[in-house]
């Protein structure tokens, strides 16, 4: 029927053309509704009376298509309107016991899960565990995010946070020099490796204001040797397949090598800035607590260490020398030397350090403690080789006393978070199976209901079946991971909140790390014990879930075939 509204009125023209609109998307049992409102639209010629009729009849329009869809969810997955009253059973349609209703709630309460604070905190963390630790997009994408902030607000802490945690050792370097532009007293974090894969060698102006801005600290100068010395060592090693004479040989004949070592036996303190790491990092932390642990782990696991052989060697150089003097009758001379290689020893093994720095210290110490018992048995003075004696059974029982507290030495520990590991493992891969699982089977029921179905079959009773028992099962299993990951949640809380020592830090990252290790898709490629494992369990699972499937689908059938 053709209106009667002027063609020049806009208004007159986007109501006529709204309401055509919705009598197409009409719903089919109501679509006269639709018609009538357009017909009678066509007896008005006044445009401000057109728009109010078709916006009544907008209105009118999403009322009924709310009340289609409310109807439409009240039935099963793959059913329609017009086939709802159709028989089930036999060779007509089959549908699932569930209506789309009930479905789409279990489904919706599950994902209300995962995105609510501790459930996001567990996918993030599982799904980084599943990537070995590796960064995502979406985490560089909160990476660059909080740079930029940081850049607005010239915020000199929050730049040094991103550029410690983010993976591209290129943009971590411009991040870190736009950091300490802001603020000089960042300038540590040059000591950084920021996964470099020649993270050992710095560069020079970076070397140059790090020592110039802390001319103390002995491990300024032990990154100096590393830089020096890490070149040669890689020439050495191709050349002479490693041989370690031929690499003492290639260090103790450098003299920029040298000297640095000498710089840094001699400085008066040792730190290697780990806790000024650890506290800008649980600070970015903190202040951005959806970001992935990833970043967090990375960021503290690219922590520089000193090399332990170039230390070894040149004490080693110093200790030789010691008795070579001692040999000549010069004793004072040779217990000054041995002197500063026990301080430097002690100074690391006290001073502000990882664990593994203490370790080298201690094994400077016990290396520098044997040389002055050399020294004084030689020179027939018995009594001081004792004390000496005495003095290394100390060394060894501080050094079994750190090893000991260190996490990765706790084996019953290692072995509870491994069962931990375990359980958060297969009930998120048991979730994520069932969620693929079930949303395949509803994908295909709906799909199927454009088609005719000339016989029900095994696929379609178990895709109802799925679509009936898959949601509920879905939703109990991920309250079961939440619940089994909240040993790592605690983990991750209390590493946020605490202003924890380097030992607690460490427990953290080993942790995690142990999450990581019992990934299952990590055994594909180096199958050992535990790969076996996870295949038998997989196996006994497989084996249970089409056990279940079965035994349903059997008394489905026998419930029919006894249905009058």
Not at 423 to 428: G, I, P, R, S
Not at 445 to 473: I, N, Q, T
Request: positive net charge.
């Amino acid at each position: 029927m053709t209106t009667q509204i002027p063609r020049s009125s806009v208004l007159a023209r986007f109501a006529l053309n709204s309401l055509e609109l919705a009598v197409r998307l009409w719903p089919k049992n109501s679509r006269h509704w639709g018609k009538a409102l357009l017909a009678e639209m066509g007896e008005i010629t006044e445009p401000g009376a057109a728009l109010t009729w078709a916006t009544g009849g907008i209105f009118l329009f999403f009322r009924v298509l709310l009340a289609h869809l409310f109807d439409w969810m009240k039935l099963p997955a793959g059913a329609r309107l017009s086939n709802a009253s159709q028989p089930v059973g036999g060779n007509g349609p089959l549908f699932p016991k569930h209506s789309r209703m009930v479905t789409a709630v279990m489904l919706l309460a599950t994902a209300v899960l995962f995105f609510l604070p501790a459930g996001r905190e567990a996918r993030t963390t599982v799904s980084a565990s599943w990537r070995e630790m590796g960064d995502s997009p979406s985490d560089r994408r909160e990476l660059e995010k909080l740079a930029a902030q940081a850049e607005s607000e010239h915020d000199a802490r929050g730049l040094a946070f991103v550029a410690l945690s983010y993976p591209d050792p290129q943009r971590a370097s411009q991040l870190a020099e736009r950091a300490v532009a802001l603020d000089p007293r960042l300038v540590w974090i040059y000591a950084s490796s920021f996964g470099r894969p020649e993270a050992a060698v710095m560069k020079q102006g970076w070397l140059d204001r790090l020592k110039s801005s802390d001319p103390d600290n002995a491990f300024v100068y032990l990154v100096g040797a590393q830089t020096e010395g890490e070149p040669r060592i890689e020439r050495t090693i191709v050349a002479h397949s490693a041989r370690e004479e031929a690499l003492r040989d290639v260090l103790t004949g450098d003299q920029q090598w040298l000297k640095e070592m000498d710089q840094a036996f001699r400085a008066p303190r040792y730190d290697s800035y780990s806790k000024q790491r650890g506290e800008l990092i649980r600070e970015g932390w903190r202040k951005t607590p959806n970001l992935s642990p990833t970043l967090a782990v990375y960021g503290l696991v690219m922590h520089r260490l000193p090399d332990l052989f170039e230390i070894k060697t040149y004490a080693d150089l110093r200790i030789r020398e010691a008795l070579e003097a001692g040999g000549t009758g010069k004793v004072p001379q040779a217990e000054q030397i041995l002197g500063e290689v026990l301080a430097f020893g002690k100074r690391m093994s006290e001073g502000g350090g990882t664990d593994a720095d203490r370790l080298i210290g201690f094994e400077v110490v016990r290396q520098d403690l044997m040389g002055l018992s050399k020294l004084y048995t030689d020179v027939g003075r018995r009594n001081d080789a004792k004390n000496v004696e005495a003095q290394l059974q100390e060394v060894e029982l501080s050094t079994k006393k750190l090893t000991h507290t260190h996490p990765g030495f706790q084996a019953d520990a290692w072995r509870r978070y491994e069962k931990k590991a375990v359980v958060v493992h297969t009930a998120a891969g048991t979730a994520l199976l069932l969620a693929l699982v079930t949303l395949l089977s509803l994908l295909l029921l709906e799909v199927g209901a454009a088609f005719s179905w000339r016989k029900v079959r095994m696929g379609r009773r178990l895709a109802c079946y799925v679509a009936d028992y898959g949601p509920a099962l879905l939703l109990v299993v991920s309250v079961i991971f939440l619940f089994s990951f909240q040993t790592f949640a605690s983990v991750l809380e209390q590493y946020r909140s605490a202003n924890q020592t380097n030992i607690e830090a460490v427990d953290f990252v080993w942790k995690l790390s142990l999450l990581q290790r019992m990934n299952p898709l990590s055994y594909l490629d180096k199958p050992d014990s535990r790969y076996i494992a996870w295949l038998v369990l997989t196996i006994a699972l497989a084996i249970t879930a089409l056990a279940v499937l079965v035994r349903g689908l059997l008394r489905h059938k026998t419930a029919h075939a006894t249905t009058p």
